[in-house]
Each structure stands twice: as structure tokens, then as C-alpha cells.
T-cell receptor, first 113, second 113 residues
Framework: KQEVTQIPAALSVPEGENLVLNCSFTDSAIYNLQWFRQDPGKGLTSLLLIQSSQREQTSGRLNASLDKSSGRSTLYIAASQPGDSATYLC????????????FGTGTRLKVLA | KAGVTQTPRYLIKTRGQQVTLSCSPI?????VSWYQQTPGQGLQFLFE???????NKGNFPGRFSGRQFSNSRSEMNVSTLELGDSALYLC????????????FGAGTRLSVL
């Protein structure tokens, strides 16, 4: 059974700092992995989608890597800003059993001005 | 292009009642997935519809059901509401539901009293 874990659960950093969020999963049989951000009381916004055959994806100040063999993904945020404050969720799309996304519990990020 | 629209945004019901939530996907998207988000369990997959057919299903009781119409709009129904059904219900649409990015609506917050 696929399990997705995100560490740390919460993070508080000063503005301008580079930071790394971690996501680990137990079953390497995945179609893809997606990183989302969620603002309080809102839906999710997709940040980056990495297919199982890819190693990383970049968008602006964000870079996500995927290492299927070790069951890990990292989201790197460069030069953090207060507007980056949100909860970040990773989700893996499974290939075994029900074809669905399994979400981690998220990392709540606060960037201090 | 309009995003994913969920209605209503907020609902208050009492135990034993039933409720219907609606989701209009992005134009051209044929896959609609539903998720339940609670503080204790996080984001959990309910089901996915593609071309009016339920393609995948999560581990929820039969009180949770859904359907998709020919225009890809989807509805989710919960019968015999329980206090534990209080949650944020999110729907997500994508082109085909396989390798594509999922786009989420803002959600419907359901409170069961």
C-alpha cells in the first residue's frame, strides 16, 4: 500500500532563504508525482508535475526532483518570499491497485518578512 | 479559460440528510476526480469519472456516489450524512486523467451538525 510522507510538517524561514521540502513514498511503481500549494481555505494549485521517466522539473524559482529508486522527491524554493507562505503537498499517482493520487500530509511553510 | 467551478462553496446540513455537490471542469477536460480533505485524514481520493464512467474508486462507503454528465460536469452525492462527513470536498479536472496536470476547484466546505 502506497504511503506518502512529508517532512517537515511545518517550516518557518526568513525572507530570501533557499529551502528544500521533502516527500517520500513507499512504492516506486508510480506514473508521476505532482507538487501542489494550498492557501488557507482554498483549493490546490499545481506547481510542478514530474513524469516517472523524468528526474526533475523547473518553473521559475521552483525546482522539483524525483528519485524513484529511493522513493524520494524534493521541492527546492529559491529566494523565498512572504507570498510563498502556504501548505505544500506532494502527490503520487499509483500504478498498482486503484489508479489514483495518494497525497502526503503537507508541509506548512511560513516565510517571514 | 474558466477554471474548475464548484458549487456551492459552503453547506450546512444535519445528520441523516443527503447532499449533492457540483463540479464544472475546465472546458475540454474529460476527467473529473473528487477528494475529501479533513484535518485528521488529509486529502483522500473518492472517485474519478471519465467520459461519464466511473474509472477509479477510493475506499469510501457506498453512501458516497457520483456521476458525470455528457458535458463532463460532475456531481457527488452523500446520503445519510454523518458528523464525520464534515470536510472540504475538492474536485479536480484534467484532460485525460493519466499523465496530465490536475486543476483543482476552490472546494465545497460541508459542515454536518
Amino acid at each position: 500500500k502506497q504511503e506518502v510522507t512529508q517532512i517537515p510538517a511545518a517550516l518557518s524561514v526568513p525572507e530570501g532563504e533557499n529551502l528544500v521540502l521533502n516527500c517520500s513514498f513507499t512504492d516506486s511503481a508510480i506514473y508521476n508525482l505532482q507538487w501542489f500549494r494550498q492557501d488557507p481555505g482554498k483549493g490546490l494549485t499545481s506547481l510542478l508535475l514530474i513524469q516517472s521517466s523524468q528526474r526533475e522539473q523547473t518553473s521559475g524559482r521552483l525546482n522539483a526532483s524525483l528519485d524513484k529508486s529511493s522513493g524520494r522527491s524534493t521541492l527546492y524554493i529559491a529566494a523565498s518570499q512572504p507570498g510563498d507562505s502556504a501548505t505544500y503537498l506532494c502527490a503520487v499517482k499509483t500504478t498498482s491497485g486503484t489508479y489514483k493520487y495518494i497525497f502526503g500530509t503537507g508541509t506548512r511553510l511560513k516565510v517571514l518578512a | 479559460k474558466a477554471g474548475v467551478t464548484q458549487t456551492p462553496r459552503y453547506l450546512i446540513k444535519t445528520r441523516g440528510q443527503q447532499v449533492t455537490l457540483s463540479c464544472s471542469p475546465i472546458s475540454g477536460h474529460r476527467s473529473v476526480s473528487w477528494y475529501q480533505q479533513t484535518p485528521g485524514q488529509g486529502l483522500q481520493f473518492l472517485f474519478e469519472y471519465f467520459s461519464e464512467t466511473q474509472r477509479n474508486k477510493g475506499n469510501f462507503p457506498g453512501r458516497f456516489s457520483g456521476r458525470q454528465f455528457s458535458n463532463s460536469r460532475s456531481e457527488m452525492n452523500v446520503s445519510t450524512l454523518e458528523l464525520g462527513d464534515s470536510a472540504l470536498y475538492l474536485c479536480a479536472s484534467s484532460l485525460t486523467g493519466t499523465e496530465n496536470i490536475q486543476y483543482f476547484g476552490a472546494g465545497t466546505r460541508l459542515s454536518v451538525l
